[in-house]
């Protein structure tokens, strides 16, 4: 008996499924829908029982799977998938399309979004083999060198942005980073060296050209830097008062020791009074020094 009204509903079932189809497929029923569906679009208690419905419909494992095999189907036929293409054109060149990309990217949520992807996508050897190629180029190379430039010389007006390389500079990652380029740009690192040691050569005054006696004044500076170092284990540098991009000579009333940290803070500025009291300095150094030649 049990089997039997098992069998009979079943039957009813299908009945019931074929009849809801063949219903459903009239023209006048689709209208009346049509027409029930666009009445009810704006009301907020509609969508929020159809929102639910979806939520518990699409999250059963039965209907993930349905979805999955539909999809494989569809984009099974290369006709679909150009059908996909053409319409996804015909989507991102409409006004509806500006507007919600406008949108989403002035909100919170889509800086976020776009942000994460990007850092992920930074990340990729494939995003990286193709910065290596552009970068390579002589133009893009020129182009980077005015851009970074210019940026510079806005930035370094910021008073915050300076905070921030100055703490940036003291970080380990920094200084692994500078390792790292030293190591592999070693051509441009003796370039600056030899362009530096060319500079001092030509800042020194005349009246000091292999004068021994200033040559041992400066040995004496270098050592003792040395000696701060070793002592307290801090690096140190000798920086030079009236700073050589400036015009500033390179002699040993206009050297100081400093940590590496102050000197690096302090950057190439140059006060006026500095200046002033310098150019007074050497000048009197000059005279003590045609002196002691003259009585000799």
Do not use: F
């Not at 999809?71 to 399309?97: H, L, M, V």
């Not at 140190?236 to 690096?264: C, E, V, Y």
Request: with cysteine; proline share 4%; hydrophobic share 25%.
């Amino acid at each position: 008996m049990g089997c039997k009204n098992l069998e009979k509903e079943q039957k009813n079932k299908e009945k019931i499924r074929e009849y809801s189809r063949e219903y459903n497929a009239r023209p006048d029923v689709k209208e009346r829908k049509r027409d029930y569906y666009q009445s009810k679009k704006n009301d907020p208690k509609y969508k929020a029982m159809i929102k639910k419905y979806q939520e518990k419909y699409y999250a059963k494992p039965e209907t993930k799977k349905k979805v999955k095999e539909y999809y494989q189907e569809y984009y099974s036929n290369p006709e679909n998938i150009e059908r996909k293409k053409i319409s996804r054109k015909k989507y991102e060149g409409s006004e509806k399309r500006k507007k919600i990309r406008k949108l989403y990217t002035q909100s919170e949520q889509g800086r976020e979004r776009r942000k994460r992807y990007s850092k992920l996508y930074r990340q990729t050897p494939e995003y990286k083999e193709w910065r290596k190629l552009y970068t390579a180029r002589p133009e893009v190379k020129k182009r980077m060198q005015i851009e970074s430039r210019a940026r510079q010389k806005i930035l370094a007006k910021n008073p915050e942005y300076k905070q921030k390389i100055k703490i940036y500079r003291q970080t380990p990652e920094y200084k692994k980073l500078q390792k790292q380029w030293r190591r592999n740009n070693v051509a441009s690192v003796l370039a600056s060296w030899a362009l530096r040691r060319a500079r001092k050569r030509n800042l020194i005054p005349k009246w000091l050209n292999n004068c021994p006696v200033e040559k041992k004044r400066l040995n004496q500076i270098y050592l003792l830097s040395r000696i701060y170092a070793n002592a307290d284990g801090e690096k140190r540098h000798i920086d030079h008062m009236w700073p050589l991009s400036d015009g500033g000579p390179h002699w040993s009333g206009n050297l100081q020791i400093l940590t590496a940290t102050k000197n690096l803070e302090k950057g190439a500025y140059s006060c006026p009074k500095l200046k002033k009291q310098m150019k007074l300095n050497l000048k009197e150094a000059e005279n003590e020094y045609a002196r002691k030649r003259n009585s000799k």
